[in-house]
C-alpha cells in the first residue's frame, strides 16, 4: 500500500505558474511510476503527465512544453511545475502511483490515487 497526498493547489491568473506536489508514504516510493491526472467538472479524468521509474517522462499534447514533472524519491515525493497556466487547465489535480511494470496513461492503469488538489486559473 502507498498513501498519496497533493498540496499547492490554488487559483492563479492566466499565464501564471503554480507548483504541485506529492508526497508518498508506505511502501518504497521508488518502484512506482508515478502520475498525474486532472478531472473537469463534467468531464473524465485525463492524463496530465508520468515520470518512470528511470525518470523517463511523458505528457499529455494538450501541456507540452508548459508542465514539468520530477520527483525527488529521497523525499517521496512528485512535483508538477505547470507554467503558462490557462482557464483550461482548471480542475481537480490527482497524483496517482502505477506498481506495474509497464506504464500507461489510463486512469485503469494506476493503483493508489491521492484525495486531488483545486487548481483553479482565472481568465
Known amino acids: 500500500q502507498v498513501q498519496l497526498v497533493e498540496s499547492g493547489g490554488g487559483l492563479v491568473q492566466a499565464g501564471g505558474s503554480l507548483r504541485l506536489s506529492c508526497a508518498a508514504s508506505?511502501?518504497?516510493?521508488?518502484?512506482?511510476?508515478m502520475g498525474w491526472f486532472r478531472q473537469a467538472p463534467g468531464k473524465e479524468r485525463e492524463f496530465v503527465a508520468r515520470?518512470?521509474?528511470?525518470?523517463?517522462?511523458y505528457y499529455a499534447d494538450a501541456v507540452k512544453g508548459r508542465f514539468t514533472i520530477s520527483r525527488v524519491n529521497a523525499e517521496n515525493t512528485v512535483y508538477l511545475q505547470m507554467n503558462r497556466l490557462k482557464p483550461e487547465d482548471t480542475a481537480v489535480y490527482y497524483c496517482?502511483?502505477?506498481?506495474?511494470?509497464?506504464?500507461?496513461?489510463?486512469?485503469?492503469?494506476?493503483?493508489?490515487w491521492g484525495q486531488g488538489t483545486q487548481v483553479t486559473v482565472s481568465s
Open positions: 508506505g511502501r518504497a516510493f521508488s518502484r512506482y511510476t
Open positions: 515520470i518512470r521509474i528511470s525518470s523517463t517522462t
Open positions: 496517482a502511483a502505477d506498481e506495474g511494470p509497464i506504464p500507461g496513461i489510463t486512469p485503469g492503469r494506476y493503483d493508489y
